[in-house]
């Protein structure tokens, strides 16, 4: 039913979307040994913390500026070619330290992936600039100086990911205000690891537009009042969350429950291939397994474009393809 249906998406981590072949191209190429992280074609972890470590491994398989072009081009073709019109790409400066390209290069790459998949399919995307929460604050504000400086036009936002149960959101204060004065769209990791407090927390000392993930807000029935009052958008990621083990199943997720109390959600696939989903995917679970109609699935897309960090013009232009 939602196959042909067009789709956009605000939340996918760029090297969590590696399909396992690429990063076993790369690992070949790079003569790497992936038996810790990748088992029968697929990526292995346990828990977050293994789960971070898996990410981290297949993110340092891509070590030169033409390896990000080829890994953005690779993702946003697949999921054009599964009806998304739409994505926003979280993307750390920290990652192209870590390989020792630095950002620049690290953005420019990814940046020219993205030009290229939409030379080829029309896919429009923007690049939100990460900080990671178990770095500490001080790294954070680092990431937030650089996305302020503006240095590629596609990037027009800031979030926070990593370890939630590390630090408290009032530690990173700085850095969104960094992110804020720059004119960047801002998202934060709340609600995923940690409950309704930090989705709280969120609210009170970062004044988001969005909450990637946000859906353990459903634990306090005032917050999720207030969330829907603020007009907050949730950037909810069902596979993932059930992936983690946040909630059992999709039986028991909460998107219907968020979408009912009048809080403005969108289907996100986070990091797909670790999380055994897809932005089709779980565009498909949100019809067949939690039993949203047609319509409705058409107004979270909708809701996600009207919450995209673009200038007006590109908004009233991918409006007009829904
Ligand atoms: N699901 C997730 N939560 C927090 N940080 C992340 N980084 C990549 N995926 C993440
Ligand atoms: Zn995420």
């Not at 992936?34 to 070590?63: C, H, K, M, P």
């Not at 604050?137 to 936002?157: C, D």
């Not at 932005?279 to 939690?290: D, F, H, Q, S």
Request: aromatic share 8%; net charge negative; proline share 4%.
């Amino acid at each position: 039913m939602t196959k042909t249906m067009p789709k956009a998406e605000l939340h996918c981590h760029i090297e969590g979307a590696t399909p396992p072949a690429l990063a076993l191209a790369q690992a070949e190429r790079y003569g790497v040994d992936t038996s810790a992280f990748i088992r029968n074609g697929e990526y292995a972890w346990q828990d977050f913390t293994s789960f971070v470590q898996s990410y981290d491994a297949t993110a340092n398989l891509f070590r030169d500026e033409e390896d990000y072009a080829l890994l953005a081009e690779t993702y946003l073709t697949e999921i054009a070619e599964a009806g998304a019109i739409y994505s926003e790409l979280i993307v750390s400066p920290d990652q192209g330290d870590a390989v020792g390209i630095g950002a620049d290069a690290y953005v420019r790459g990814l940046a020219e992936g993205a030009e290229r998949a939409k030379a080829k399919t029309g896919i429009e995307t923007r690049l939100l600039i990460v900080g990671i929460r178990h770095f500490g604050p001080e790294r954070v504000v680092k990431a937030a100086e650089y996305a302020a400086r503006r240095p590629h036009p596609l990037i027009t936002g800031f979030n926070l990911a990593g370890e939630e149960r590390m630090h408290r959101v009032a530690d990173f204060t700085h850095a969104f205000d960094i992110a804020r004065d720059a004119g960047l769209g801002i998202t934060i990791h709340a609600g995923e690891l940690s409950g309704a407090f930090s989705v709280r927390d969120a609210l009170d000392h970062i004044r988001p537009a969005r909450i990637s993930h946000g859906v353990r807000a459903i634990e306090d029935a005032d917050l999720v009042k207030r969330l829907a009052d603020e007009g907050v958008v949730l950037e909810v990621c069902p596979g993932s969350n059930v992936a983690l083990n946040v909630f059992p199943d999709f039986e028991s997720h909460p998107l219907r429950a968020l979408h009912e109390a009048g809080v403005r959600v969108t289907l996100n696939s986070d990091d797909p291939p670790f999380f055994h989903t897809s932005l089709a995917r779980e565009y498909e679970v949100a019809a067949t397994i939690m039993g949203f109609s047609e319509a409705e699935i058409l107004g979270m897309t909708r809701t996600g474009i009207e919450a995209a960090f673009v200038d007006e013009p590109t908004r009233q232009w991918l409006l007009a393809k829904l």
